[in-house]
C-alpha cells in the first residue's frame, strides 16, 4: 500500500484559461485522480506552468504571471509582464522565478518578493527555458532557432548558436539530472548535447515530430510525439528501450516525479496518464498505466507539485533563521542598534539611536 502522504498533484494549464489540479492519491491499493481545483485564473490561454515548494506559477497569453500558494490555496498575486508569457521556471534553490516572454525578454523575479531584479534581452521571443542543476546557468530556445546559454550570476549572455533549419525550429530545450547533459527536440530530430564535450553528441531521428522531451535519468531520456507515442532512449547505446502508444493524438507533455517513479503525460484530447516504474531503476522496460482522466479541455502544459513533508518545512524554517542571525550579526556593529523585522516581506531594517 502506497502512502497518501506521499503523493504528489498534476497541475495542467489548458487554452481555455484554466489552471486544474488533479490529486495522486491511492484507493484499495489503486492510485487514483481526483480533481482538487480549477482556478480561472487568466484571460487567455496558458502557456506556462512552474512548481517549487509552496508555490505554482502560470502564465498566459493575456501578459500575466499568477502564483498561487498551494499551502493555503488562494491565489498570492498577480503580475503583468509586458508581453505573452511563453516560459516559467524557478531556480533550484527557489530563489529566483525566471519567466521568458514572447518579446524575447527574461525576468528573474525575486520570490520573497515577487520584484523583478533583472532583465535579459534575446533577439527572439523565448520558446522555452531550463535552468542548470547548479542554478548558475540557463539554456533559452528562440522562435529563430537560436539556443542561448546564460550566465545567471552576472546575468548577461555568454554563449548562442542556431540549430534550427528552415523547416523546423527547436521546441523546447531540458537539462539532465546532474546537469552533464541537456536535450533539444527539432522536428523529427532529437538533439543531445554534453556539456564534458561542449558540442552535440548525436541526433536521433523519429518517424514523427517530437513534441516534448524529459530526462528519467542521466542516462535516460523519454519522449513523446505527434502521433501520441511515448519513446524512451538509452544515450549509451542509442537503443530504444521502449515505446507506448496510449493515445492517437499528440503527446502536449510530459514530466517525471523526482521522488518516486512515476510519469505524467498530458495528450491533445485533455487527457491526463499516470504511468508507473516500480522499482526498476533502470527504467529498461516499459511503466504501467497507473490512473487517467480527462479535464475536459484542451491542455497546453503540465508539471507535478510535491507536497513538501514536514521534515523540509523544518529545515526551510531553521536555514531562514540561520539566515536572518547572520543579516543581524553583519548589520549590527554600531552600538544601540536596533533591529527592525517585517516577517510578511522578510526584509530587516537597522536603525541607530
Excluded at 539554456?139 to 550566465?151: A, E, M, Q, R
Excluded at 554534453?194 to 517530437?210: A, P
Aim: aromatic share 8%.
Amino acid at each position: 500500500m502506497i502512502d497518501a502522504k506521499e503523493m504528489f498533484e498534476i497541475i495542467v494549464g489548458t487554452y481555455e484559461e484554466y489552471v486544474i489540479s488533479h490529486r495522486v492519491s491511492t484507493c484499495d491499493g489503486k492510485l487514483s485522480l481526483t480533481r482538487v481545483f480549477a482556478s480561472h485564473s487568466h484571460q487567455g490561454s496558458v502557456n506556462a506552468l512552474a512548481a517549487k515548494d509552496k508555490w505554482i506559477a502560470s502564465g498566459g497569453a493575456d501578459d500575466r504571471i499568477e502564483l498561487i500558494d498551494m499551502e493555503s490555496r488562494t491565489k498570492e498575486c498577480s503580475i503583468q509582464h509586458e508581453d505573452t508569457i511563453t516560459s516559467l521556471s524557478f531556480t533550484p534553490d527557489g530563489v529566483y522565478l525566471i519567466a521568458g516572454s514572447k518579446s524575447g525578454n527574461i525576468a528573474l523575479l525575486r520570490v520573497s518578493n515577487w520584484k523583478v531584479e533583472k532583465v535579459l534581452s534575446s533577439n527572439s521571443g523565448i520558446q522555452s527555458i531550463s535552468i542548470h542543476p547548479s542554478g548558475k546557468l540557463a539554456l533559452s530556445v528562440g522562435h529563430d532557432g537560436h539556443v542561448i546559454t546564460w550566465d545567471l550570476v552576472n546575468g548577461k549572455e555568454v554563449y548562442k548558436t542556431n540549430i534550427g533549419s528552415v523547416y523546423d525550429r527547436p521546441g523546447a530545450v531540458v537539462w539532465s539530472p546532474d546537469g552533464s547533459f541537456y536535450a533539444i527536440p527539432v522536428g523529427h530530430m532529437l538533439e543531445i548535447y554534453s556539456i564534458s564535450s561542449r558540442g552535440k553528441m548525436f541526433s536521433q531521428k523519429h518517424d514523427s515530430k517530437i513534441t516534448c522531451c524529459q530526462f528519467l535519468n542521466e542516462g535516460t531520456v523519454c519522449f513523446g510525439d505527434e502521433d501520441g507515442t511515448l519513446s524512451c532512449l538509452a544515450l549509451d547505446t542509442l537503443e530504444m528501450l521502449w515505446e507506448l502508444r496510449p493515445s492517437e493524438v499528440r503527446v502536449k507533455h510530459i514530466c517525471v516525479c523526482k521522488n518516486t517513479k512515476y510519469l505524467a503525460a498530458a495528450f491533445g484530447d485533455g487527457s491526463i496518464k499516470l504511468y508507473d516504474f516500480g522499482k526498476s531503476k533502470s527504467y529498461n522496460k516499459a511503466p504501467k498505466l497507473e490512473a487517467s482522466t480527462s479535464v475536459g479541455a484542451r491542455i497546453t502544459c503540465l508539471v507535478i507539485y510535491e507536497h513538501i513533508s514536514s521534515k523540509k518545512k523544518k529545515q526551510k524554517l531553521d536555514e531562514s533563521l540561520v539566515k536572518k542571525e547572520n543579516v543581524y550579526k553583519k548589520s549590527n556593529k554600531r552600538k544601540n542598534a536596533r533591529v527592525k523585522c517585517f516577517p510578511r516581506s522578510s526584509h530587516w531594517t537597522v536603525t541607530c539611536s
